[in-house]
């Protein structure tokens, strides 16, 4: 089905076009007519689904459509609100990309920047503001900012902006924008404080449930290698220079662990950075613009920094660490197979975190297959040597022992612990000539 089909005027659909979408995706099918015909939504997708399009396209044209004249400047028509710096500017771009024939000015209010270019971008006309919470008070406050003009109000990645304690900053954004308005939420899943919310602020919203809740998307392949946790930077080095070096989005559950891997993987030859919270907003710009350009393989991430990123063709996601929350696990893995594209998501996997794998797999409602790296068998499993398994052969970068075929790396190991040779011993013995520290799981936040 066209774009057009949905509604849209040409020169969106030409927009379009030009990006070579050469149909809309499934949230773009449904929501872009409902959301030109001003209902209120309430939207389960995932990130990498399209969904910023599924909104942007029909906030450009119901904008375009229903111009009453000039507002005074600083006075935004639409406004986007969304948990991260990173998420903020990709919807901007969105905007002006979709928006080329239709020349929206849109402004950009994210924290960990000077406000000197945003007091800028408010003395001008605004049509759609794309704001993280925090620095859009921050602008209120000031009076630089006036939200009694939104017509369109976006709630984007709304259950990660919950997560990150943002609901008392979003209940009182949403008492400053007028009543009358169209309200769309998106949100990855519909846990009950986001049903609230909908709730509380949405108009007899329309309900759009994408993926099967807390799906992963189906093309990305995803496998737990079960490694002790002193093992596990040696054996993500083994896995990021064996056969093609893939670009690779690596999560940890710590800022200083970030740091701290990204380090060790610069040391072992391969050319890393770390994205998290304490960085400064250039820094976070310039790694993640290295790794998009390819001039680093492997982006260290936390959760939060990582969140929404949109890298076209990265075809691997490793965690390091699985997430504190189970949920997160699909947020991480859906970096990787987006836009209909492939990709494998991997997790390291620690005795001290089956509790959490075992929440994940319930989540997802089944078990992950599971391959021993051969080299690299935790204490208390020994590998079966069978050379050229399934999972061996759709991963030739490394090569797995599957001894556990249908098992879980929750069942109890079939054998006592054995040394194991193996040419993951040897890139241990490269990377650690001894045991290296245990890695910090808790403390920080990302
Ligand atoms: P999103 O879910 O909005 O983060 O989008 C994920 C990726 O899908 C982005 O790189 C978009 O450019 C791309 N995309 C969005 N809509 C389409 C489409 N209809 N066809 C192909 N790619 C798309």
Do not use: W
């Not at 995803?222 to 946790?229: I, K, L, N, S």
């Not at 021993?372 to 020994?382: D, H, I, L, M």
């Amino acid at each position: 089905m066209p774009f057009v089909a949905l509604g849209l005027v040409a020169d969106l659909a030409r927009a379009v076009a030009a990006q070579g979408y050469a149909a809309p995706t499934p949230i773009q099918s449904q929501a872009i007519p409902l959301i030109l015909a001003g209902r209120d939504l309430l939207a389960a997708a995932q990130t990498g689904t399209g969904k910023t399009a599924a909104f942007t396209l029909p906030l450009l044209q119901r904008l375009q459509l229903h111009r009453n004249g000039p507002l005074p400047a600083g006075r935004p028509r639409a406004l986007v609100l969304t948990p991260t710096r990173e998420l903020a500017a990709q919807i901007a771009d969105s905007v002006r990309v979709h928006g080329r024939h239709v020349a929206p000015r849109a402004a950009l209010l994210v924290g960990g920047v000077s406000m000197g270019p945003q007091f800028d971008a408010l003395r001008r006309r605004v049509d759609v503001l794309v704001a993280t919470p925090g620095r859009l008070l921050d602008h209120l406050s000031q009076k630089t900012v006036s939200l009694a003009g939104v017509e369109i109000l976006v709630l984007d990645e709304a259950d990660r902006m919950l997560d990150l304690g943002f609901l008392p900053a979003i209940r009182r954004l949403l008492a400053l924008v007028p009543e009358r308005r169209q309200t769309l939420l998106f949100s990855a899943t519909f846990a009950e404080p986001i049903r609230q919310l909908a709730g509380d602020f949405l108009r007899d919203p329309a309900v759009i449930d994408i993926a099967p809740r807390n799906a992963p998307a189906d093309r990305v392949e995803q496998q737990v290698h079960p490694v002790d946790a002193e093992q596990k930077t040696a054996l993500l080095s083994h896995l990021l220079s064996a056969g093609e070096r893939d670009a690779t989005l690596v999560f940890t559950r710590t800022k200083h662990g970030a740091d701290r891997l990204s380090r060790q993987l610069e040391r072992d030859g391969i050319r890393t950075a770390a994205l998290h919270g304490n960085k400064s907003q250039s820094a976070r710009t310039r790694a993640l613009d290295d790794f998009k350009q390819g001039r680093i393989q492997v982006l260290v991430a936390t959760d939060i920094a990582a969140r929404g990123l949109d890298i076209v063709q990265l075809p691997r996601v490793v965690n390091y660490e699985l997430p504190h929350v189970p949920e997160d696990y699909v947020h991480r893995i859906g970096r990787t197979g987006r836009a209909g594209r492939a990709g494998l998501a991997i997790s390291l996997v620690s005795a001290d975190e089956v509790a959490r794998l075992r929440d994940i797999q319930r989540l997802l409602g089944r078990q992950l297959p599971s391959s021993v790296v051969e080299g690299f068998a935790p204490n208390g499993a020994r590998p079966v040597p069978a050379p050229g398994g399934p999972t061996a052969r759709r991963h030739p970068t490394h090569r797995v022992v599957p001894p556990t075929g249908e098992r879980s790396i929750l069942s109890p190991p079939r054998q006592p612990a054995r040394p194991e040779a193996g040419a993951g011993n040897a890139s241990r013995r490269r990377h650690h000539p001894n045991p290296p520290r245990r890695v910090a799981t808790t403390g920080d936040r990302a």
